[in-house]
């Protein structure tokens, strides 16, 4: 019923080998964030009582939930992207269109294909949530609702990001308008409350209010299936017109992009072929100035890579677009930021953690999805290979595409740098005991926004260099962004996870050290099937050992350094060791690239 796209990926799917690794993976994740939750909650060393055991099954329950929403949520969007988006970059999507198959063939065979990974790895974690039954504190009702928000969120998400890539022509643009898209639609519907009461002063109406934003974000109807009101009632449960409200997005997505399919597709102007000169004109012709190209002839830099990254439309005819809704979602994220900032007269705790870590995760994504797709592009569009012939040298190349990454995402770099010296110049990097006294809080500050400044920039840094290592090491161009990209997000989410398990045990970390060594090998051992699976090498190897555990070292400085107080450890201790590390991972990545390209021995093997 679905076509032979989505007959295709039904059957294939499943047996390939990378999903296997992908599903072991998260069940080993699940695994460890369970060990790591009954060390922070019960311990290994008494015998927990049935309301211990209870307690736990709950914040077990709640922790995974809001990861695997957090997963499906952006990887949805990402994968119905991506998957559309190789096609054109291929130039196999305009085969699709000159088939016999049905638009609504093309268009639900893409996206429903795309969601079957994740759909398998949804089916592979619902019994995780059963089993949570086994310990108490949760109803099957409740589960059957998360698993009810899962489906919807996935089914949504996939749909945007498959009607963004049918209505985009680039890889970046797609990936990056599905990001922002899903940060868009989530602010809005965050801010929905406020919006509404600037033209409605019925108070009684904010309850009302409040339901209907739990039908749209996914969030809060998950919170509200795992804190469910203690009053019984007989209105109907909020994940359920969730649900319906998703499938109704699902429907109107995909239907509008049947709709349009074949308006946007193929997408561009038509090639005009140029008249065929007369021989009295083609004699008129000086030929030291002709040039194949119609038009005036522009010079070309010395880095010609360079030249096209920044003087081209290299990466589609409507950037602009991107930017612009990443600075409304910047501002949107800005506003509710500084708003609990300046708020009262005493700063609230962890206060760059309500801007900054947004602003700073979706900066990451963005920088790193420029730089896997300025090389998967050149390898889907077959000019990879044409660029490795020529006499251009491997620095040449590497400058050239980091030049134009940093150049094309000047615009994703600067704002977080700019919250960082916000932020210190208002003092939510000093010490508490320093910021309510007012002593030696300038100096104090600019201790703190030069090293925070350091830890963000390297960390841009490492993103892009991320991308670039990884596309160049990996052929297939869905596989190199889903591992960039899921980099990005398990190197952020992880490190949520372990500040989230700190605090709610009273920033105590003697009594985990056990469970947290789990999630680092995990860690490490992910970190290294990205940086180095295939073609290993020492500096590699040593990179993906340092680098998580120099986050979780100055994860646990700055929550912990001073036991008793809120006051952190001294900033340049942090700056020093994520600065290392992730420095040394940047040079263990970019030293073999402008020596030698990693992909011509591939090349010369595939030839031979």
């Given at each position: 019923m679905l076509g032979p796209i989505f007959a295709r990926e039904f059957v294939t799917v499943p047996r390939r080998d990378k999903h296997h690794i992908a599903r072991v993976g998260l069940l080993a994740l699940l695994w460890v964030i369970g060990l790591t939750a009954w060390q922070a909650t019960v311990g290994f060393n008494l015998d927990p009582t049935l309301g211990q055991t209870?307690?736990?099954?709950?914040?077990?329950?709640?922790?995974?939930?809001?990861?695997?929403?957090?997963?499906?949520?952006?990887f949805s969007a990402l994968s119905a992207a991506s998957t559309i988006a190789q096609e054109k970059d291929r130039r196999t999507f305009i085969l699709l269109l000159l088939t016999d198959m049905r638009d609504y063939e093309i268009v639900l065979g893409k996206m429903l294909g795309s969601l079957l990974p994740i759909g398998i790895i949804l089916t592979c974690v619902m019994p995780v949530f059963f089993l949570c039954l086994l310990l108490g504190g949760i109803s099957v009702e409740q589960v059957i609702q998360a698993g009810l928000v899962f489906a919807g969120t996935s089914l949504a998400a996939g749909s945007l990001g498959g009607l963004i890539a049918?209505?985009?022509?680039?890889?970046?643009?797609?990936?990056?308008?599905?990001?922002?898209?899903?940060?868009?639609?989530l602010s809005l519907v965050q801010g929905l409350p406020s919006l509404v009461g600037m033209f409605v002063a019925n108070?009684?109406?904010?309850?009302l209010w409040s339901n209907i934003q739990a039908w749209f974000d996914p969030f809060l109807t998950l919170r509200?299936?795992?804190?469910?009101?203690?009053?019984?009632?007989?209105?109907?449960?909020?994940?359920?017109?969730?649900?319906?409200?998703?499938?109704?997005?699902?429907?109107?997505?995909?239907?509008?992009?049947?709709?349009?399919?074949?308006?946007?597709?193929?997408?561009?102007?038509?090639?005009?072929?140029?008249?065929?000169?007369?021989?009295?004109?083609?004699?008129?012709?000086?030929?030291?100035?002709?040039?194949?190209?119609?038009?005036?002839?522009?010079?070309?830099?010395?880095?010609?890579?360079l030249w096209r990254e920044i003087r081209t439309l290299a990466y589609g005819r409507r950037p602009l677009m991107v930017k612009l809704i990443y600075f409304l979602v910047l501002g949107l994220i800005c506003y509710f930021a500084f708003h609990s900032l300046y708020r009262s007269g005493e700063r609230p705790t962890f206060a760059a953690a309500y801007g900054l870590i947004p602003a700073g995760v979706i900066s990451l994504l963005l920088l790193a999805a420029q730089a896997v797709t300025s090389i998967t592009s050149e390898r889907d569009g077959r000019t990879l290979d044409l660029l490795l012939v020529t006499d251009l040298s491997p620095r040449e190349f590497m400058i050239g595409k980091i030049g134009g990454v940093i150049w094309n995402t000047k615009e994703f770099l600067i704002p977080p740098?700019?919250?960082?010296?916000?932020?210190?110049?208002?003092?939510?990097?000093?010490?508490?005991?320093?910021?309510?006294?007012?002593?030696?809080?300038?100096?104090t500050s600019w201790l703190s926004i030069v090293c925070s400044f350091g830890t963000v920039l390297v960390m841009l840094a490492f993103a892009i260099m991320l991308g670039l290592h990884v596309a160049l090491r990996i052929d297939n161009s869905r596989l190199a962004i889903g591992n960039t990209l899921g980099t990005i997000f398990f190197l952020s989410i992880g490190t949520l996870i372990s500040i989230y398990l700190i605090i709610?045990?009273?920033?105590?970390l003697g009594n985990q050290l056990l469970s947290f060594s789990g999630f680092l090998l995990l860690g490490i051992?992910?970190?290294?099937?990205?940086?180095?699976?295939?073609?290993?090498?020492?500096?590699?190897?040593l990179a993906s050992t340092i680098c998580p555990l120099a986050m979780f070292y100055s994860v646990t400085n700055v929550l912990i350094a001073k036991p008793g107080t809120n006051e952190s450890t001294d900033p340049l201790i942090p700056f020093l060791m994520v600065g290392g590390t992730f420095g040394f991972a940047i040079y263990a990545m970019l030293k073999p690239l402008i020596s030698e390209f990693e992909v011509v021995s591939e090349v010369a093997a595939r030839d031979e």
């Amino acid at each position: 019923m679905l076509g032979p796209i989505f007959a295709r990926e039904f059957v294939t799917v499943p047996r390939r080998d990378k999903h296997h690794i992908a599903r072991v993976g998260l069940l080993a994740l699940l695994w460890v964030i369970g060990l790591t939750a009954w060390q922070a909650t019960v311990g290994f060393n008494l015998d927990p009582t049935l309301g211990q055991t209870a307690h736990f099954g709950l914040l077990y329950f709640q922790i995974i939930s809001y990861v695997l929403l957090t997963l499906l949520l952006f990887f949805s969007a990402l994968s119905a992207a991506s998957t559309i988006a190789q096609e054109k970059d291929r130039r196999t999507f305009i085969l699709l269109l000159l088939t016999d198959m049905r638009d609504y063939e093309i268009v639900l065979g893409k996206m429903l294909g795309s969601l079957l990974p994740i759909g398998i790895i949804l089916t592979c974690v619902m019994p995780v949530f059963f089993l949570c039954l086994l310990l108490g504190g949760i109803s099957v009702e409740q589960v059957i609702q998360a698993g009810l928000v899962f489906a919807g969120t996935s089914l949504a998400a996939g749909s945007l990001g498959g009607l963004i890539a049918l209505w985009r022509e680039r890889t970046f643009q797609s990936l990056a308008l599905a990001v922002l898209g899903l940060v868009l639609y989530l602010s809005l519907v965050q801010g929905l409350p406020s919006l509404v009461g600037m033209f409605v002063a019925n108070v009684n109406s904010d309850a009302l209010w409040s339901n209907i934003q739990a039908w749209f974000d996914p969030f809060l109807t998950l919170r509200s299936v795992l804190e469910p009101p203690i009053e019984g009632g007989t209105e109907i449960a909020p994940a359920y017109i969730f649900f319906a409200v998703m499938i109704a997005f699902c429907v109107f997505l995909n239907a509008f992009g049947i709709w349009k399919l074949r308006k946007w597709n193929p997408s561009g102007e038509p090639i005009i072929q140029r008249e065929v000169p007369s021989e009295s004109e083609l004699e008129a012709v000086d030929r030291s100035k002709a040039h194949a190209a119609p038009g005036k002839a522009r010079a070309v830099w010395e880095n010609p890579i360079l030249w096209r990254e920044i003087r081209t439309l290299a990466y589609g005819r409507r950037p602009l677009m991107v930017k612009l809704i990443y600075f409304l979602v910047l501002g949107l994220i800005c506003y509710f930021a500084f708003h609990s900032l300046y708020r009262s007269g005493e700063r609230p705790t962890f206060a760059a953690a309500y801007g900054l870590i947004p602003a700073g995760v979706i900066s990451l994504l963005l920088l790193a999805a420029q730089a896997v797709t300025s090389i998967t592009s050149e390898r889907d569009g077959r000019t990879l290979d044409l660029l490795l012939v020529t006499d251009l040298s491997p620095r040449e190349f590497m400058i050239g595409k980091i030049g134009g990454v940093i150049w094309n995402t000047k615009e994703f770099l600067i704002p977080p740098l700019v919250m960082v010296i916000l932020y210190g110049l208002a003092g939510a990097f000093a010490p508490a005991t320093v910021a309510n006294s007012g002593e030696g809080i300038l100096a104090t500050s600019w201790l703190s926004i030069v090293c925070s400044f350091g830890t963000v920039l390297v960390m841009l840094a490492f993103a892009i260099m991320l991308g670039l290592h990884v596309a160049l090491r990996i052929d297939n161009s869905r596989l190199a962004i889903g591992n960039t990209l899921g980099t990005i997000f398990f190197l952020s989410i992880g490190t949520l996870i372990s500040i989230y398990l700190i605090i709610i045990n009273g920033n105590s970390l003697g009594n985990q050290l056990l469970s947290f060594s789990g999630f680092l090998l995990l860690g490490i051992g992910g970190f290294w099937w990205v940086l180095s699976s295939g073609r290993p090498a020492p500096a590699l190897s040593l990179a993906s050992t340092i680098c998580p555990l120099a986050m979780f070292y100055s994860v646990t400085n700055v929550l912990i350094a001073k036991p008793g107080t809120n006051e952190s450890t001294d900033p340049l201790i942090p700056f020093l060791m994520v600065g290392g590390t992730f420095g040394f991972a940047i040079y263990a990545m970019l030293k073999p690239l402008i020596s030698e390209f990693e992909v011509v021995s591939e090349v010369a093997a595939r030839d031979e």
